[in-house]
Structure formats: C-alpha cells, structure tokens
C-alpha cells in the first residue's frame, strides 16, 4: 500500500502545480487514500520532495530527481554560458567552438542533461560535437543554446 501511495504521490506531484501538505492530502483523498497529514509529511521526506520555486514564481512540490535537473541545467547554463564563443550546426551535427581548454567541462554538463534527441558527444580542447537523431533537432536545440548565451 505504502509504494502505490508513494507512486500517487510522484505522479500527483508531477501532474500538478501541489504547493502544499493539505492539499496533497486533499488530492490522496480524492484518489481513494486514508492518509492523515502525519503520513503525508512523513512521504514527503522518504521520497525527497522539495518544494521550489517553478517558473510562474509559485512555489510547489517535485521529486528529487527533478532537483537534481535543475541543479544540473544551472551548472549547464554558467558553465556553457562561460565556455562557449559560437554555435552552430550541420544536417544532424553541432558544432560548438569553446574557449581553450573548456569544452570537455561543458560538454560533460551538457551529456548530464540526457535529452533524448542526443545520440551522443565528442569533446576535444576547444571544440566539442553533439549528434542528434535529426536536423530538425539540430536546428532547434542550437537555437535553445544560442538563446541560453545570448547570441
């Protein structure tokens, strides 16, 4: 019973903006399950929700592991926006030029991202590739990039 809730818990999280215990509690209600708010809090902290501010400026609850990506694309966007000097891209290729001796730090960030469009990359000293499953891919995610530093 205690892994279905924790499953509901996850999934109410990520569907919805929860931005409280109570009104978790609302919602496991709502599905069918005889929690109190001790129980809740208790879920909360096993699961390593957090609650954190979302991109509207409300704050609401979500799972660890999307902690971990937000703290991984803030690393990406200081490390990517300091070690790039040019993006661009051919048929399903890009080519980002770094500055000398940082393009394996920002490819190694950009690799902690795991977006699924990428097949893989290649870093030397100041350049590194990524190879998409498209150019469709490819232009979109150079244009994200560019827009992410500025250019």
């Known amino acids: ?4 809730r924790h499953d509901k818990i996850l999934e109410l ?3 919805q903006n929860i931005n409280t215990q109570k009104l978790l509690l609302e919602k496991l209600l709502e599905e069918g399950y005889d929690v109190t708010q ?4 208790r879920d909360i902290k096993e699961l390593g929700i957090h609650k954190v501010r979302n991109s509207n400026g409300k704050y609401c609850y ?3 592991k999307n902690m ?9 966007s200081l490390i990517f926006s300091q070690a790039v000097i040019s993006i661009n891209y051919a048929n399903n ?4 030029k770094c500055h000398t001796g940082m393009a394996n730090a920002a490819c190694a960030t950009f690799d902690a991202l795991e977006t699924e469009d990428i097949v893989g990359t290649l870093s030397g000293d100041d350049t590194f590739i990524v190879i998409l499953k498209s150019e469709e891919a490819a232009k979109e ?3 994200k990039l560019k827009e992410m530093i500025g250019r």
């Open 1 to 4: 019973m205690k892994t279905k």
């Open 13 to 15: 999280i990520s569907n």
């Open 38 to 41: 001790a129980t809740v809090s």
């Open 62 to 64: 979500i799972p660890e």
């Open 68 to 76: 971990l990506k937000n703290n991984l694309s803030n690393k990406f």
């Open 93 to 96: 290729i890009i080519v980002i």
């Open 141 to 143: 995610t150079t244009q």
